[in-house]
């Protein structure tokens, strides 16, 4: 038994009435008074929590096993919490952080309560969610990639919207899972220092370098699903089976251009693009845009918190971005009805995804110049240049 991935949780007054009893109250009560016990029977009276065997329960979102510390009450507030994130509130979980985790006076003798106030037990929560929440988007992607021979796995135009529902699930709770983890991240050194004794069983709290890999994770699925709903919204997963040419055509056209310039060191400027988010040149192109955006957004090597800011972020877009534009899926024409079957404008892009239209004309200027072997497309990208000279370098640099 149990519950499709992120399946919707029943709505109607009885969830609504739940949601707001369970908010309501004291957050200490969930770990010291049997408040979890009692809100878990409530959600399982209106079907929103089953039981479905010895060691799992189906949330909202997943089916959630027995977890290793904590017993039968951490599995019950680990299914409550799964309630509050499914249905858009996350704070509830910040105010157990707050009035719970961090307050020096919550304490327990009893090894069991003692965990469940600790931040650890909170930081196991996400951590676990968001691990959930990377395979939920890594399957969905991949069930859009390129087998071993490069060949699509035909899909039907209905399958983008299958993709961009799972993918607009996943990109609402792990936007509340990152809410909960900032917070954790920015307190984590005040509650260190201020509750470092704080519990009998000494369980200690999360180390700030693991709370902020469960963050990095998290962020990584959040920005995934946002762009492959996105995608999904405009069919750009269903049209990418027919552009360009077939991939093996395009890699040669790309090797021919890097041999015809004779010279050693990166040849295009996506290979600069791409060095800067430590991703290996021969790496482009990607096999398909689903496995763009594992490959960009989704990197299996851990990345330094120095790394992760707006800079990096933005220069993951681009990279997406110059993709799409290589694969004739946008076009930098700014004017016009859009019809169904044209390719995507870029500015739609932009806007959504936070890159200013100068941004946007720079890294179609990019992918002009990077088609060194089309005179016409050269001659477009230097007909651009004087207007774009000042942000070009945001463009490769950033």
Not at 70 to 86: K, P, Q, S, T, Y
Not at 168 to 182: D, F, G
Not at 241 to 266: H, K
Not at 353 to 382: H, I
Request: a negative charge; hydrophobic letters at 40%; charged letters at 20%.
């Amino acid at each position: 038994g149990g519950v499709p991935p992120l399946a919707a949780a029943p709505g109607g007054t009885a969830m609504e009435d739940a949601i707001e009893e369970l908010c309501a109250i004291d957050p200490r009560s969930l770990a010291s008074e049997g408040g979890s016990r009692r809100m878990f029977n409530t959600f399982c009276e209106i079907g929103s929590l089953r039981q479905i065997g010895p060691t799992r329960i189906a949330t909202p979102l997943r089916n959630l096993e027995l977890p290793r510390a904590g017993g039968i009450e951490a599995w019950h507030l680990f299914a409550l919490f799964d309630c509050a994130i499914a249905q858009g509130f996350p704070g509830l979980i910040v105010d157990y952080l707050i009035q719970v985790c961090q307050d020096a006076f919550a304490v327990s003798s009893d090894p069991t309560q003692a965990y469940l106030m600790d931040t650890a037990f909170v930081v196991q929560w996400c951590a676990d969610l968001s691990v959930f929440l990377a395979r939920e988007i890594h399957s969905a992607l991949a069930s859009r990639g390129r087998d071993a021979m490069g060949m699509h796995a035909m899909a039907a135009e209905g399958d983008d919207a299958q993709l961009g529902r799972k993918a607009k699930a996943t990109h609402a709770v792990a936007k509340s899972l990152v809410m909960v983890l900032q917070r954790l991240d920015d307190n984590n050194e005040d509650t260190n220092e201020n509750k470092s004794n704080k519990n009998a069983n000494a369980n200690g709290n999360g180390n700030g370098n693991e709370n902020f890999g469960v963050l990095r994770r998290a962020m990584q699925v959040r920005d995934a699903s946002h762009v492959a709903q996105w995608c999904a919204e405009h069919k750009l997963f269903h049209r990418d089976q027919a552009f360009p040419s077939p991939l093996g055509e395009w890699r040669a056209r790309i090797d021919g251009r890097r041999t015809a310039q004779g010279r050693a060191g990166p040849h295009h400027f996506i290979e600069d693009m791409l060095a800067a988010l430590g991703i290996a040149p021969d790496t482009y192109p990607f096999p398909s845009l689903a496995e763009a955006i594992a490959a960009v957004l989704l990197p299996q090597q851990a990345t330094p918190r120095a790394v992760t800011g707006i800079g990096h972020q933005k220069m993951q877009r681009k990279v997406l971005l110059y993709y799409l534009i290589d694969l004739g899926c946008i076009t930098g024409e700014q004017e016009g009805v859009e019809r169904p079957s044209a390719p995507v404008r870029m500015d739609r892009f932009g806007d959504r995804f936070g890159l200013t239209r100068a941004e946007c004309a720079s890294v179609m200027c990019l992918a002009q110049l990077d088609r060194c072997d089309d005179p016409s497309s050269v001659q477009l990208a230097c007909n651009s240049l004087p207007a774009l000279a000042s942000t070009l370098g945001d463009a490769s640099e950033h």
